[in-house]
């Protein structure tokens, strides 16, 4: 295992990842691919390597936020689909199609103009596109069928690009009133019956995300966007209590304790802003982890981590890089594990709940998890590689 220097680090386990690849592959229909959604550095997971094993376990196709996740993909030697969820500007549209990845776009110029690049780049290859249409989701898309009708017409006369894809996505997929969802979803099929009833053959359509193809594996189309869950992580508590996939999370993350010491001097302060005094006697352990690694400041005196199996308190405020965790009586010493987030010795601290704590959601808890934590890679039960950009020793 490789040494590291500032104790703390992320375990990605690819064989959770592998399941919950496979519980979606038995719940949506035959005829529905999965495309691994990896924007975000595979929310905070590691895009590389989990794109390769997704890939591998019954993703066929891949998502990302912007063009320059998807080239960080193709450098890594992946060759599979990769689709940019995002606006890409046309300054760019060279680089998409110098790399093969395919970019959604809505708008009839942006269409004449990327193919009017493409034409004087004199480029071997079409672009692929796909169409986002804006049922009720208000961020990117078509939202008028005259205009999709054109956008179509104006992709069909180009020499640069070809249609691959058609899609929309749900608000409120991860919500119990699911009006707006099935108004979402007649919205978009009324869409595509208007085009085929031009005599327009459609290319793959994709609508679901995680929260719907949970909801609505009826919806599941051609293919489905799969993130949130691909991480074994449910997209509301809502879809979480319908039990109707069983999901692993993938990721925890671990650090070990930098430095004990038993409050029997004074000062007991503890932190910035001197916000905690220690107890005499209470034992305190610090650890190499703070709000630059992803660690939000807002679990100052509030968040716990696990120490032998037992909950124990963050005491004072979290710092850019360190936090103080409070013993109590219990034993501890330097170099032993503690787990922020997950499991140790039957005892568990889910990324769920610190996102409850944190008013927020569990995508927000492990996409904004820093780059300079080093991941780890467990695979069959054994660390296969570990992925950073920080220096190793
Ligand atoms: C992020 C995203 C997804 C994946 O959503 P999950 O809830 O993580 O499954 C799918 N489609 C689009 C357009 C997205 O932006």
Redesign the pocket.
């Known amino acids: 295992m490789t040494k590291l220097c500032r104790e703390v680090w992320i375990e990605v386990n690819l064989d959770a990842i592998k399941k919950n690849l496979r519980a979606f592959h038995h719940y949506i229909p035959n005829k529905s691919k999965i495309m691994a959604?990896v924007?975000a550095n595979a929310y905070g997971h590691g895009a590389v390597e989990v794109a390769r094993h997704a890939l591998e376990h019954g993703a066929s196709e891949l998502?990302v936020a912007g063009l320059e996740e998807g080239i960080i993909l193709r450098k890594a030697g992946i060759k599979a689909p990769i689709l940019v969820?995002g606006f890409t500007p046309l300054k760019c549209v060279k680089e998409a199609s110098a790399w093969n990845i395919e970019l959604s776009a809505f708008q009839v110029d942006w269409i004449k103009k990327a193919n009017e690049i493409l034409e004087k780049e004199a480029v071997s290859s079409r672009l692929a596109i796909h169409i986002n249409v804006d049922t009720g989701m208000g961020r990117l898309g078509v939202r008028r069928g005259e205009e999709l009708l054109a956008i179509v017409e104006a992709l069909t006369a180009s020499k640069f690009l070809k249609w691959t894809g058609i899609y929309t996505?749900f608000s409120t997929a991860d919500e119990p009133d699911t009006t707006l969802t099935r108004l979402q979803h007649d919205k978009f099929i009324s869409f595509l019956r208007y085009l085929k009833n031009q005599g327009i053959e459609l290319p793959t359509v994709h609508m679901n995300?995680?929260?719907a193809t949970i909801a609505f594996p009826e919806y599941s189309a051609d293919m489905i966007?799969?993130?949130?869950?691909m991480y074994g992580l449910y997209?509301s508590e809502y879809i979480k209590q319908l039990n109707l996939v069983k999901l692993i999370p993938a990721l925890s993350l671990k650090a070990r304790i930098a430095y004990v010491k038993t409050m029997i001097t004074e000062p007991r302060t503890i932190s910035y802003g001197a916000t905690y005094i220690a107890d005499l006697g209470e034992i305190i352990a610090t650890l190499p982890i703070g709000y630059a690694d992803g660690y939000s400041r807002e679990l100052s005196n509030r968040g716990f981590v696990l120490h032998d199996g037992r909950r124990v308190p963050v005491v004072g405020r979290v710092t850019m890089d360190q936090i103080m965790v409070s013993l109590g009586e219990g034993d501890g010493k330097q170099g032993d594990e503690v787990v922020i987030y997950g499991r140790q010795k039957g005892a568990e601290i889910s990324v769920d709940e610190v996102a409850e704590m944190l008013d927020t959601i569990n995508?927000e808890v492990v996409s904004t998890l820093s780059r300079r934590i080093p991941r780890f890679y467990i695979r069959d039960g054994e660390i296969l590689k570990v992925s950073s950009p920080v220096l190793y020793v």
Do not use: D, E, S
Not at 225 to 229: A, E, N, Q, T
């Open positions: 959604v924007k998502a969820l996505h995300n995680t929260a966007r799969l993130g949130i869950g997209p995508y």
